[in-house]
């Protein structure tokens, strides 16, 4: 499977929607801004993992990093709790994860 980066924001958005449901209008611009501002740093992290030039543990702390980044973006937004913030920071990286998982599972 091909990692497509625009499908795969797209897919972390609708995450971060799903689980801020009610908040959605109010986190939506700031929760978009974020991802397309690091579209390029998470494109290059995700490249350099599927081409094997850094490794599993050094892909998790630059991925945990970004989390942090957006958990803090979110928070700034002071509509939505701090579980709600971890909760949609964490339903975006997740689907970040799979992706990668299963891009690397077909050149594995």
């Known amino acids: ?37 690091r579209k390029e740093r998470l494109d290059l992290l995700i490249s350099l993992r599927l081409d094997n030039q850094i490794s599993e543990e050094l892909f998790q702390k630059r991925l945990a990093d970004e989390q942090a980044i957006l958990e ?22 997740d689907v970040l994860g799979k992706a990668v998982q299963a891009a690397l599972g077909t050149i594995l």
Do not use: P, R, Y
């Open 1 to 37: 499977m091909a990692f497509d980066i625009n499908e795969v924001l797209s897919n972390m958005l609708n995450a971060v929607k799903g689980t801020v449901k009610d908040n959605w209008s109010t986190i939506k611009d700031t929760a978009n801004t974020f991802l397309q501002s």
């Open 72 to 93: 803090s973006e979110l928070h700034s937004i002071a509509i939505i709790s701090k579980a709600i913030a971890q909760q949609a920071t964490n339903a975006a990286f």
